[in-house]
């Protein structure tokens, strides 16, 4: 199964380096050089780190690290944090179908390859015959205030259930509000992205999975409020996960297993249910089209009518499409995508305020400062000294 990264469980490879450091802690000196590199189906190498330390970092897409000490079996984690990997530790980049990386490597570095790793037989899962294929994570992940995550998509289905807090989840084109005790299960293949209100904090458990099955579309894209059983089966599931002993992977696939039954059941109580892509393909591909460029062209000169042009429909149409699914036009979501990145760029520490406006591509410093301020209550500044 893929771990969670964290100090306890990575500490023989490496360390797990702060995400609020600059440049989310990979090294500036002279003699290191940081690239992004993407991976794609095929042949998995593994290799072994030489002369100096690697860091790597997530940069898009689902991606699974595999690191072993020499003469042991590969461990295998989730990255979605900046690392350091000791040199000697033998490596390997596992994509999800594809993703793309952040490597830091010195001048006096390498990655020795050793061998091929046979993709059909990597451990990466719980597996289990009947309806739960596998599970491949499972986090509980407690965020700050204004929490923000642009979005990506997989062929896994995704649970999301929130424990303090609430949650918006725009998936397909469509933003729903999950509350505590509230949970969704993404479609496969769905572009998806999360986001918390400015002054909201946030607690939330995730678990992606294979399924098998037929007639497993009401499980999809609905909001459902959970009874006291299925909270519990929630929770076994985290006390299994951090037990780890010889039965966990078994308890941890039944509880999900029972979970699914019951909102099959219809124990779980959906509400407000998304509209199928049957019924509304057009209109949800539209906004999902709209989302993911404007989220993948967060650092270019936007504006609702080259994005609705992108798209093939014209501004105004757009700008209805966005006001019914999400409440907010496109020119305020494109506010917001950007304000985000730069606190994402605060944070790294290495540019000042001006070169972040002319990044994102605002007119003036002094229009970015206000949107700044508008949006999270405190100034760039204030922010900048808040996360240092």
């Known amino acids: 199964m893929i771990q969670n990264l964290n100090k306890f469980t990575f500490a023989a490879f490496g360390q797990i380096l702060p995400e609020s450091a600059p440049a989310r802690g990979f090294p500036q000196e002279p003699g290191w050089t940081t690239e992004s590199v993407s991976f794609f189906p095929g042949p998995v190498w593994?290799?072994?780190?030489?002369?100096?330390?690697?860091y790597l970092d997530?940069?898009?897409?689902?991606?699974?690290?595999?690191?072993?000490?020499?003469?042991?079996?590969?461990?295998?984690?989730?990255?979605?944090k900046p690392v350091r990997i000791h040199p000697g530790i033998q490596i390997a980049i596992i994509p999800r179908g594809s993703c793309t990386i952040l490597r830091a490597l010195h001048a006096q570095g390498a990655w020795e390859p050793l061998y091929p790793?046979?993709?059909?037989?990597?451990?990466?899962n719980i597996r289990n015959q009947i309806e739960i294929c596998g599970i491949y994570t499972l986090f509980y992940q407690e965020k700050e205030k204004?929490?923000?995550?642009?979005?990506?998509?997989?062929?896994?289905?995704?649970?999301?259930?929130?424990?303090?807090?609430?949650?918006?989840?725009?998936?397909?084109?469509?933003?729903?509000?999950?509350?505590?005790?509230?949970m969704m299960i993404y479609g496969p293949g769905l572009w998806h992205m999360q986001y918390a209100e400015v002054n909201t904090e946030v607690s939330f458990i995730t678990v992606s999975f294979e399924l098998?099955?037929?007639?497993?579309?009401?499980?999809?894209?609905?909001?459902?409020?959970?009874?006291?059983e299925g909270a519990r089966l929630l929770r076994r599931m985290l006390e299994e996960r951090e037990k780890n002993d010889r039965y966990s992977g078994d308890l941890i696939v039944c509880s999900l297993q029972m979970l699914l039954l019951t909102i099959l059941q219809n124990g779980g109580k959906p509400e407000n249910r998304l509209k199928t892509p049957a019924s509304l393909q057009n209109e949800n591909g539209i906004v999902n089209a709209a989302l993911t460029y404007i989220s993948i062209n967060a650092y270019q000169k936007l504006s609702v009518p080259?994005?609705?042009?992108?798209?093939?429909?014209?501004?105004?149409?757009?700008?209805?499409?966005?006001?019914?699914?999400?409440?907010?036009?496109?020119?305020?979501?494109?506010?917001?995508?950007?304000l985000?990145?730069?606190?994402?760029?605060?944070?790294?520490?290495?540019?000042?305020?001006?070169?972040?406006?002319?990044?994102?591509?605002?007119?003036?410093?002094?229009?970015?400062?206000?949107?700044?301020?508008?949006?999270?209550?405190?100034?760039?500044?204030?922010?900048?000294?808040?996360?240092?």
Not at 46 to 54: H, L
């Open 212 to 228: 098998r099955g037929n007639d497993l579309d009401s499980l999809f894209n609905s909001r459902i409020r959970l009874d006291s």
């Open 46 to 54: 593994v290799s072994r780190v030489t002369g100096m330390p690697t």
């Open 306 to 338: 080259l994005v609705a042009k992108e798209c093939s429909v014209s501004p105004s149409r757009l700008t209805a499409l966005f006001q019914e699914r999400l409440a907010a036009t496109p020119g305020e979501y494109i506010r917001r995508v950007k």
């Open 146 to 182: 204004g929490f923000f995550f642009k979005g990506e998509s997989h062929d896994l289905p995704e649970l999301i259930y929130v424990d303090k807090g609430s949650l918006h989840n725009v998936v397909n084109g469509v933003d729903t509000l999950l509350t505590q005790g509230e």
């Open 117 to 124: 790793l046979d993709a059909g037989v990597l451990q990466l």
């Open 58 to 80: 997530f940069e898009r897409d689902m991606t699974v690290l595999a690191v072993g000490r020499p003469g042991e079996e590969l461990e295998y984690f989730y990255l979605d």
């Open 340 to 388: 985000e990145e730069s606190k994402a760029l605060i944070r790294a520490g290495k540019l000042n305020f001006t070169q972040i406006a002319q990044m994102l591509r605002y007119s003036t410093v002094q229009q970015f400062s206000r949107q700044f301020k508008a949006k999270f209550g405190l100034s760039p500044s204030e922010f900048a000294k808040s996360v240092r």
